[in-house]
């Protein structure tokens, strides 16, 4: 049997393993919904930007989300 200080510590630390591989791809989704959303060249319909900022805004919490995680 694991004791608790032990089983605390690999606790921890897969969270940390676990955000930390979440955030690259996040991090990505983030910047690519932000290119989106900004429609440079204009082709984007209204409501595809609005998927765009949706994408973005969700990713943004859940970023924010994985943050306070591995902050614990």
Request: aromatic share 6%; charged share 20%; glycine share 4%.
């Amino acid at each position: 049997m694991v004791p608790l200080a032990s089983s605390s510590h690999y606790k921890s630390k897969f969270l940390a393993e676990v955000s930390h591989e979440i955030c690259a791809p996040l991090s990505a989704i983030l910047i690519y919904a932000h290119l989106l959303a900004d429609n440079a060249d204009d082709n984007l319909s209204e409501e595809e930007v609005g998927f765009a900022n949706n994408i973005h805004d969700a990713g943004s919490g859940l970023l924010h989300l994985v943050n306070k995680v591995h902050d614990l």
